[in-house]
């Protein structure tokens, strides 16, 4: 299967929460430990521009549809929020439950890596869950290293958590 990928639009954001949402339960991908709802994102969504840190969603590169089918997005966001950090961003995949172990993942990042230099983008992060080892296998791949360890610092259900931050230099 190939896959192609898009900037999102604001009719894209219900799937996008709604592939979010699905990881919340297993309590390895992200930190919110609640469903999360369209309108709390929006502010979010419109920090997320083409030219400087884009949302894309993912689709089978086959389907014609009118309407085909979201199976996951990419989204880079600011690292720190400071000038001098400008060419450093976090990079999260979200991969929708039924599209999961199909290499779109893989697709994910290699496309995210290669585009980040054209946004001005020299380092790529990512923060993923030291329990999280699909994800860390994934960055491992693509050459991503461990710049740091957090240990602890999410507390899941009673149990604490590591966050591992991956980083990359791409250009």
Same mark, same amino acid.
């Given at each position: 299967?190939?896959?192609?990928?898009?900037? *999102?639009?604001?009719?894209?954001?219900? @799937?996008?929460?709604?592939?979010?949402?699905?990881?919340?339960?297993? &309590?390895?991908?992200?930190?919110?430990?609640?469903?999360?709802?369209?309108?709390? &994102?929006? *502010?979010?969504? /419109?920090?997320?521009?083409?030219?400087?840190?884009? %949302?894309?969603?993912?689709?089978?590169?086959?389907?014609?549809?009118?309407?085909?089918?979201? !199976?996951?997005?990419?989204?880079?966001?600011?690292?720190?929020?400071?000038? *001098?950090?400008?060419?450093?961003?976090?990079?999260? =995949?979200? =991969?929708?439950?039924?599209?999961?172990?199909?290499?779109?993942?893989?697709?994910?990042?290699?496309?995210?890596?290669?585009? *980040?230099?054209? =946004?001005?983008? /020299? @380092? $790529? $992060? +990512?923060?993923?869950?030291? /329990?999280?080892?699909?994800? !860390?296998?994934?960055?491992?791949?693509?050459?991503?290293?461990?710049?740091?360890? !957090?240990?602890?610092?999410?507390? %899941?259900? +009673?149990?604490?958590?590591? $966050?591992?931050? $991956? +980083?990359?230099?791409?250009?």
């Amino acid at each position: 299967m190939s896959f192609r990928h898009r900037p *999102a639009t604001l009719n894209d954001l219900p @799937t996008i929460v709604a592939i979010y949402n699905s990881t919340v339960a297993s &309590r390895e991908v992200t930190a919110d430990t609640e469903p999360v709802t369209v309108a709390s &994102r929006l *502010a979010w969504f /419109h920090e997320h521009t083409p030219e400087r840190r884009p %949302l894309w969603v993912i689709e089978a590169a086959g389907d014609n549809s009118a309407e085909p089918a979201v !199976l996951g997005w990419i989204s880079y966001s600011n690292f720190y929020g400071r000038p *001098a950090y400008s060419g450093t961003a976090e990079v999260s =995949i979200y =991969i929708a439950e039924a599209s999961r172990g199909k290499g779109i993942g893989r697709y994910a990042l290699e496309e995210a890596i290669a585009f *980040a230099p054209s =946004i001005k983008v /020299h @380092t $790529l $992060l +990512g923060f993923i869950f030291g /329990h999280n080892e699909p994800s !860390l296998g994934l960055f491992a791949k693509f050459g991503f290293e461990t710049w740091a360890k !957090l240990p602890r610092v999410a507390n %899941l259900d +009673g149990i604490e958590r590591d $966050l591992i931050i $991956l +980083g990359k230099r791409v250009a």
